[in-house]
């Protein structure tokens, strides 16, 4: 099949074109390099460095590729940013993503997996969280994600687009040739392994008073490999099987002292470590449940072992110690 990636040269986009192609699929990609990397491009790629909303690339990139399918990723995800500066995150996750629909409904192009976040939830009403619980966002950017949930499924409604939303968790981990590498980094692992290696500063833990057995917080995991093949897993069920949303997360928690502990043991090194005051909006736990995924998808987590994903991100950090720089 012929896809159009959009974040094609981010985290989770680099390796989902990786897989795409290692499994036999065509890909062509989109990303306007704003938190992007070239050499996050899987070699043979086309690469469009454009917006999501730019009309004349979308044109030629329909026209001249004819893709069958796109698996949207390209967004803003830095949930601070969102709330103080929420009108960038409307305006590349809302707005100028409508553009792409617009021009997906103008090609007819009806296939679409949506990268959407657990975010969508905000504090769960029970643990594990299944789909059923009401999307409650609590800040801008779980909030664009939502919208546009709704979005495609009135485009579903209006229009005949059927697509997937894939609710992911925590992505973690790296292939051989591409891992994580955001400005700022934000999330744990990298910051972690990040200490490990530069040994500049202590890794801070934000709270050990939570009611978890280690009084820190406890969230999912999800290897980016499994949150990649969830991508093509979603394509095939768009072949024959409805629209619909799906939690993509391992279903197994991780404690923030758990993940230090195993990144001492991984890492051999010996992180300094700061315990702080709790932030505003940390909820204890955050785990999926991956149940639907794995009865319509057939979609599981193979590589679901804290090990095996820390690792898999040391390996990329001593690779390249400075990311993609
Ligand atoms: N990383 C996670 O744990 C996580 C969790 C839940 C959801 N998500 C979602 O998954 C997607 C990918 O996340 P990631 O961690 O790979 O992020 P990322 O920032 O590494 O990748 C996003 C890519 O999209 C590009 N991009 C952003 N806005 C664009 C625009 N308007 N036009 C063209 N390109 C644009 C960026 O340059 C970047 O390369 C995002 O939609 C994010 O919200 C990520």
């Known amino acids: ?159 005949g687009l059927r697509y997937i939303a894939l609710r992911y968790f925590n992505a973690a981990g790296a292939t051989s040739l591409f891992g994580e590498h955001h400005t700022p980094e934000t999330h744990l692992i990298p910051i972690i392994l990040d200490v490990a290696l530069q040994q500049d500063r202590p890794m801070k833990i934000f709270g050990d008073d939570y009611e978890t057995p280690d009084g820190t917080c406890i969230r999912d995991y999800v290897h980016v490999i499994d949150i990649a093949n969830a991508h093509i897993d979603a394509l095939r069920s768009l072949e024959k099987k409805p629209s619909g949303i799906y939690n993509i997360g391992n279903g197994i928690g991780f404690s923030n002292r758990e993940i230090y502990e195993t990144a001492k043991q991984i890492t051999g090194q010996n992180i300094p470590l700061q315990i702080t005051p709790r932030r505003d909006g940390d909820p204890a736990i955050l785990v999926a449940s991956n149940d639907k995924a794995g009865n319509d998808l057939g979609w599981n987590a193979k590589h679901s072992e804290l090990a095996e994903i820390i690792q898999s991100a040391w390996d990329w950090k001593k690779k390249f110690p400075h990311g993609y720089e």
């Open 1 to 159: 099949m012929k896809i159009l990636v959009t974040g094609s040269a981010g985290y989770i986009g680099s390796v989902v074109c990786e897989l795409l192609i290692e499994q036999g699929h065509s890909v062509v990609g989109l990303d306007n390099f704003g938190n992007g990397h070239q050499q996050a491009s899987i070699p043979g790629t086309m690469t469009y460095n454009a917006n999501v909303n730019d009309e004349e690339q979308l044109d030629s990139i329909f026209t001249n590729h004819e893709p069958e399918a796109v698996i949207h990723l390209a967004a803003k995800s830095l949930v601070g940013e969102s709330v103080t500066n929420p009108s960038k995150y409307y305006g590349a996750n809302v707005v100028e993503s409508l553009a792409l629909l617009q021009k997906m409904t103008e090609y007819g192009v009806t296939k679409i997996v949506f990268s959407s976040s657990a975010a969508v939830y905000g504090e769960p009403e029970k643990t594990p969280i299944t789909e059923k619980q009401a999307p409650n966002p609590i800040n801008p950017y779980g909030e664009t994600k939502r919208a546009f949930e709704e979005i495609l499924k009135w485009y579903e409604h209006a229009y």
